[in-house]
């Protein structure tokens, strides 16, 4: 079992920056692939980055690309999101989320994960 906690939400102006956090409990955390989701009001939850268990490998969604850094430490159990130059339509709830067992180039699919944080909360204004 896999219990995961997002913290590091707030309220920032476009143009700066939020670092995101995801703690994890659960021995078999290391072996899991993590992402992170998006989900704005009115819109469907989408997918932000992506972290494979090693975190040799990070993958991102074209809209965060350049902005957006993933990370890992494994020892820690924890998974961090690094956002730069945050812009309005970056305003989300932020999950966090693992997948054991998969493909990584299903990365991106919610399906493929199974295990949900409750969310944090990213405001973007001005």
């Known amino acids: 079992q896999v219990q995961l906690v997002e913290s590091g939400g707030g309220l920032v102006q476009p143009g700066g920056s939020l670092r995101l956090s995801c703690a994890a409990s659960?021995?078999?955390?290391?072996?899991?692939?993590v992402g992170w989701f998006r989900q704005a009001p009115g819109k469907e939850r989408e997918f932000v980055a992506a972290i494979i268990w090693s975190g040799s490998n990070t993958y991102y969604a074209d809209s965060v690309e350049g902005r957006f850094t993933i990370s890992r430490v494994n020892a820690e159990n924890t998974v961090s999101l690094q956002m730069n130059s945050l812009k309005t339509e970056d305003t989300a709830n932020y999950y966090c989320?693992?997948?054991?067992?998969?493909?990584?180039?299903?990365?991106?699919?919610?399906?493929?994960?199974?295990?949900w944080g409750q969310g944090t909360q990213v405001t973007v204004s001005s």
């Open positions: 989320a693992a997948k054991y067992g998969g493909k990584w180039s299903e990365k991106e699919k919610l399906q493929e994960y199974k295990y």
């Open positions: 659960g021995r078999t955390f290391s072996m899991h692939d």
